[in-house]
């Protein structure tokens, strides 16, 4: 991060959702670590309460050992007198409005001071019920984006997308955005409202059959894929990952929004120590089994192209 960002976060009020998931524990860490002077960090948890949420931060996020260097260079008493001046952990969902935050004054509060909205909140099971793939990462953003606009002093909302809602396509795929009801076969027209309707439809038919919560489930995930497929995209989660898009353009009006696309993110680079790495998902098993010498050879096509990208 360059210098003019790193000023750019100065006294800066930031929302953050998807805590305590991988990659939002990693952008909280590098903040407080490279701008102490921001002003102050919301973290959106899901959390019953204040005090479940508090809790979630500090066993999920705080305790790990992402946090090793910023312990170390500030001491257990200094660090936590730090983490209360600037973390707010507050308990909510970005599926229902106002993104779950109770309390009206809380609300106010957090209308009048947030500066910048990071929504990293997702579900990423490739084959998700479709009624938590459109609640989440389709109509998710759209939640954040109308709390955006309540946000007074709000300069941004940055929102992380995934590279793969572009498609399964070989060679140079653009980065261009999604206009609303754009298909990837371009067979026939989507409408966001239409898919809602046809999944609630679906599910009101289950329960009627008193089918069984696997039987529901198993029957959401089959329907989202299907939906997929049929409008070109691979899975549930690209699908409703690219509708969140499209809504976003859609509705964003004056609003400053940047989309960023990343692939698949596996570990930290060199910041704030290399290889820290969080769970096996995706490629992370095939990385563990490497580096603790249980994984000897790879089969794979020769002719494959293998793309890694290395940040800081």
């Not at 019953?48 to 500030?74: G, I, P, T, W, Y």
């Not at 140079?172 to 898919?195: A, D, Q, S, W, Y």
């Amino acid at each position: 991060m360059d210098s003019n960002c790193i000023q750019f976060l100065h006294d800066k009020t930031i929302l953050v959702t998807g805590v305590p998931g991988f990659l939002a524990k990693v952008f909280v860490e590098k903040i407080l670590r490279i701008q102490p002077k921001v002003k102050k960090l919301f973290l959106l948890l899901r959390a019953a309460d204040n005090e479940s949420a508090m809790q979630r931060f500090h066993s999920e996020v705080l305790e790990k050992d992402l946090f090793r260097v910023l312990k170390n260079a500030l001491g257990d008493e200094n660090l936590k007198a730090f983490i209360t001046e600037k973390v707010v952990p507050i308990p909510g969902d970005i599926s229902v409005d106002n993104l779950g935050v109770k309390g009206s004054d809380l609300l106010q509060h957090m209308w009048n001071e947030i500066d910048i909205i990071v929504n990293v909140a997702a579900t990423t099971n490739f084959d998700e019920r479709y009624d938590v793939g459109l609640s989440v990462n389709t109509f998710g953003p759209l939640n954040v984006l109308n709390f955006a606009k309540k946000c007074v002093k709000g300069q941004l909302l940055l929102h992380v997308s995934t590279a793969y809602v572009r498609g399964e396509k070989s060679g140079l795929l653009h980065e261009k955005t999604f206009h609303m009801g754009e298909t990837l076969n371009g067979h026939r027209k989507l409408v966001i409202e239409t898919e809602m309707e046809l999944m609630k439809q679906k599910l009101k038919e289950l329960q009627k059959q008193n089918c069984s919560e696997e039987e529901i489930s198993q029957s959401m995930k089959d329907l989202g894929m299907s939906r997929a497929k049929l409008h070109g995209w691979p899975n549930t989660y690209v699908f409703t990952k690219s509708m969140g898009e499209m809504l976003l353009g859609n509705y964003r009006e004056n609003l400053p929004i940047v989309i960023i696309r990343p692939t698949m993110i596996t570990s930290t680079f060199s910041e704030p120590f290399p290889g820290w790495i969080e769970g096996l998902r995706t490629i992370d098993s095939v990385i563990v089994a490497y580096g603790k010498g249980r994984l000897k050879c790879f089969l794979a096509d020769p002719n494959s192209v293998l793309d890694l990208v290395s940040s800081t």
